[in-house]
């Protein structure tokens, strides 16, 4: 009867470890891949913003043009960050360092979305013509500020790259007793190295990166360069 007991208690505790094995696993799967979608998205963004300045003939009314690429780009990004915190917001945190990191990014974003609402907001101003107690200089002088706290978000984000990746290794040691292995699959890592790798394309190997290739560019190597082995691989 003990030894019935134990060998049960036994298998109970084994397919807990598996069944949380499995959750930081989707989790952490889950986290990356929001994580890239978003990174990629703001790299689409700013090329779609640099082509609609770049397209503005010389000879047109260039604030005007400006500001309507300033909202319709504006907005666009806006509704993205919304969709990212929300994927965030529905990740179930697998410990504390996991919850911080979300917590973090959400807040990141968060951060930009009201950013760019002000410059949406602004550009929708301007568009609208000359109207009796708005102080348009201030509005115009705003805009340098407020990309430069945006440079300071995407920086701010850039410098929790290194966690996140270091959240990606499993807790479950190896033979040795060493954490050697991803908690993602090889597939599932390659398909983030993919999305990262299309979306950024010659960007990635360019000498002067932006923070938001930068981010990208990192996360790519520690998920193929680092010499870790992923969840599928042999557990030696």
Same mark, same amino acid.
């Given at each position: 009867?003990?030894?019935?007991?134990?060998?049960?208690?036994?298998?109970?505790?084994?397919?807990? #470890?598996? #069944?949380?094995?499995?959750?930081?696993?989707?989790?952490?799967?889950?986290?990356?891949?929001?994580?890239?979608?978003?990174?990629?998205?703001?790299?689409?963004?700013?090329?779609?913003?640099? +082509?609609?300045? &770049?397209?503005?003939?010389?000879? %047109?009314?260039?604030?005007?043009?400006?500001?309507?690429?300033?909202?319709?780009?504006?907005? +666009?990004?806006?509704?993205?960050?919304?969709?990212?915190?929300?994927?965030?917001?529905?990740?179930?945190?697998?410990?504390?360092?996991?919850?911080?990191?979300?917590?973090?990014?959400?807040?990141? #974003?968060? +951060?930009?979305?009201?950013?760019?609402?002000?410059?949406?907001?602004?550009?929708?101003?301007?568009?609208?013509?000359?109207?009796?107690?708005?102080?348009?200089?201030?509005?115009?002088?705003?805009?340098?500020?407020?990309?430069?706290?945006?440079?300071?978000?995407?920086? %701010?984000?850039?410098?929790?790259?290194?966690?996140?990746?270091?959240?990606?290794?499993?807790? &479950?040691?190896?033979?040795?007793?060493?954490?050697?292995?991803?908690?993602?699959?090889?597939?599932?890592?390659?398909?983030?190295?993919?999305?990262?790798?299309?979306?950024?394309? &010659? %960007?990635?190997?360019?000498?002067?990166?932006?923070?938001?290739?930068?981010?990208? %560019?990192?996360?790519?190597? #520690?998920?193929?360069?680092?010499?870790? &082995?992923?969840?599928?691989?042999?557990?030696?």
């Amino acid at each position: 009867m003990l030894l019935a007991h134990f060998i049960f208690a036994a298998v109970f505790s084994l397919s807990n #470890y598996s #069944y949380a094995e499995s959750v930081a696993h989707t989790e952490r799967y889950e986290l990356a891949r929001t994580f890239v979608e978003e990174l990629v998205g703001m790299h689409q963004a700013e090329v779609l913003m640099n +082509r609609d300045l &770049k397209a503005i003939p010389q000879n %047109s009314d260039r604030t005007q043009a400006t500001m309507i690429a300033i909202v319709r780009n504006g907005t +666009r990004t806006r509704m993205r960050l919304n969709v990212t915190i929300r994927l965030l917001q529905q990740i179930e945190p697998v410990d504390k360092n996991f919850e911080s990191l979300i917590s973090y990014l959400i807040n990141m #974003y968060g +951060r930009k979305e009201q950013l760019y609402a002000e410059m949406v907001d602004a550009g929708k101003t301007m568009l609208a013509g000359e109207k009796p107690g708005v102080d348009y200089g201030v509005l115009v002088g705003r805009m340098p500020e407020v990309r430069a706290q945006l440079e300071f978000v995407d920086e %701010s984000i850039f410098k929790a790259v290194p966690m996140l990746g270091m959240l990606m290794v499993s807790d &479950k040691p190896d033979s040795k007793g060493h954490l050697s292995h991803f908690a993602i699959t090889r597939k599932e890592a390659q398909e983030i190295i993919s999305m990262i790798q299309t979306g950024f394309g &010659k %960007s990635l190997d360019a000498k002067e990166q932006n923070w938001t290739t930068s981010s990208a %560019s990192i996360l790519r190597t #520690y998920l193929r360069d680092k010499g870790f &082995k992923y969840s599928d691989d042999p557990w030696q």
